[in-house]
């Protein structure tokens, strides 16, 4: 049975790249197996970027040697250039996502090119797959920049385009940094889904500044279907105690079955899968449903 | 200049009250002093309830006596009864608030008595305020109840039309338990607007598990434009650290700027009433944009 909606768990990557704490990949594929029985069956395993920038990433290979795969579950790892994706096609992965940032400072400061140059690295990319992985796009920034402040909504829906065109079969569009609120959450969402085809179009929501459940109901009024999210809200700043990152995944399944939206995923297990996670960072859940779960046991 | 929200700021009776610690007088009416030069201009400025039961709310007279007053700002003061009148009416509140729950069980615990009997108290309050301050009703568990779990939506709309026929201006329909999801936010509203209409509708959500953004959201797109929040997320629950309670004031105005919906609040000087407050009871603040701002102060 289809799911109503479609969750993809990038707490694994794009949440414990950012966490101070780094966990090896034994943990980290015993964190995968959770959610995969838990019913995500769309899961960021990891990424395979340089390690001496991003040591939370090391040993990706081992997470998917290691990782139990059910038949329907997807592991998708990022990648950055042709090394990547050679590192991913040998360790195994399901599927590769790529990025691209809609802001030129940001890109340049993160990622060191400029969008043409990383959407130029991208080719070799897709040629080397030859289709035999699908790949995911990321839209970074798409709803502001750190450094530029407002973000050309014609330069979010132009770079979604161009992923499509070189052979991307979806866009998430990112708040990477957790401005964004619900009208602007719609307007991205109906300008992008214009372009490149609503069933193309996933969000992907930072909770910086708890908007995120609001931006993504937002999203599902503008007929969007498919939501990144991060068990236990791994993510956040480790400059910044106490800084919220992705949107929790425990949070948006909650607000999805309130809704009468069905996901495939079983709550509890999730909740579950997140307390293992967050024991393993020695630190709190960032989801509140978890919260209030672990609060009324208590009392 | 009407603002398009209006907000009711409810941190200083419905957050305090939940908070282990209890703080003195004189730091409440700095705190409602520093609400009224950040523009609100409905705050709950506290309750004449039992000091046995909510020692928290000790003292509300004095808050009363030492605030600031704005000529057009509003100082309501919560009341169980008509003992609770004459202390509202001796310290000069401008408005009072009574409540009344939409579940028989919660009624029962809570406050001991019937529904029924609840709304009998409520004729001697109107009585003896004769027209002389506004009345504003509150219909506690509307969304879900802790004992009784779901809530007939017959019930919640029946209780405010009875408020309404007793003479409150305005019903404040609360998730005080912090279960409501987006769509159930939205019938719910869209009910209860039907009934009394919606410019006599407010909606009380508190953020237990993160969807109170999500759900004012849908408010809004129901047609009501009136919601009470709690600088600094004040509240939550003395039982369970970290489990959040009402929704922040700081996040609900971020998110209405960002839909180009004005409130007359100054976001500044809200985030500065909230660290005021949070300093004093020794604990971070719940609002995630004054948590985002003070990350983005120390990178």
Same mark, same amino acid.
């Given at each position: +049975? &289809? ?13 414990? &790249?950012?966490?101070? #704490? ?14 995969? $029985? ?18 939370? +990433? ?33 360790? /195994? ?9 809609? !802001?030129?400072?940001? !890109? ?48 979010? #829906? ?7 065109? +070189? ?8 708040? %990477?940094?957790?401005?964004? %609120? ?14 490149? /085809? ?9 909770? %910086?500044? /708890? &908007? ?5 109901? $937002? ?6 279907? !498919? ?30 079955? /309130? +809704? ?38 208590? $009392?």
């Amino acid at each position: +049975m &289809q799911a109503d909606i479609r969750i993809v768990e990038v707490g694994p990557r794009d949440g414990l &790249q950012a966490e101070a #704490v780094t966990l090896p990949a034994s943990v980290r594929a015993a964190l995968v197996d959770r959610l995969v $029985a838990a019913g995500l069956r769309a899961i960021e395993v990891g990424s395979f970027v340089s390690e001496r920038h991003v040591p939370q +990433m090391a040993g990706t290979a081992e997470v998917l040697a290691a990782a139990r795969r059910a038949p329907d579950a997807r592991f998708i790892a990022l990648v950055p250039n042709l090394r990547g994706v050679e590192a991913a096609l040998a360790a /195994g992965a399901d599927e590769v996502a790529v990025f691209a940032s809609a !802001s030129e400072s940001f !890109s340049r400061r993160n990622i060191n090119c400029t969008v043409a140059e990383s959407l130029a690295r991208f080719a070799p990319i897709v040629a080397r797959l030859d289709g035999r992985l699908p790949v995911r796009g990321y839209v970074s920034c798409a709803f502001g920049c750190p450094y530029e402040g407002d973000v050309a909504l014609a330069a979010v #829906v132009r770079l979604a385009e161009r992923l499509v065109e +070189m052979g991307c079969y979806e866009v998430s569009i990112a708040d %990477t940094i957790g401005v964004a %609120t619900p009208r602007q959450a719609r307007e991205v969402a109906a300008a992008v889904a214009a372009a490149i /085809g609503a069933d193309r179009v996933a969000l992907h929501f930072h909770d %910086t500044r /708890g &908007q995120a459940l609001a931006n993504i109901h $937002a999203g599902i009024e503008a007929g969007i279907r !498919s939501f990144d999210a991060s068990v236990a809200g791994l993510g956040g700043c480790p400059f910044a105690p106490g800084a919220t990152g992705n949107v929790a995944t425990e949070d948006v399944v909650y607000m999805l079955n /309130g +809704m009468g939206l069905s996901t495939g995923i079983d709550l509890p297990a999730l909740i579950a899968a997140g307390a293992f996670v967050s024991g393993h960072l020695g630190k709190g859940t960032q989801s509140r449903v978890a919260r209030a779960q672990a609060a009324r046991s208590v $009392a």
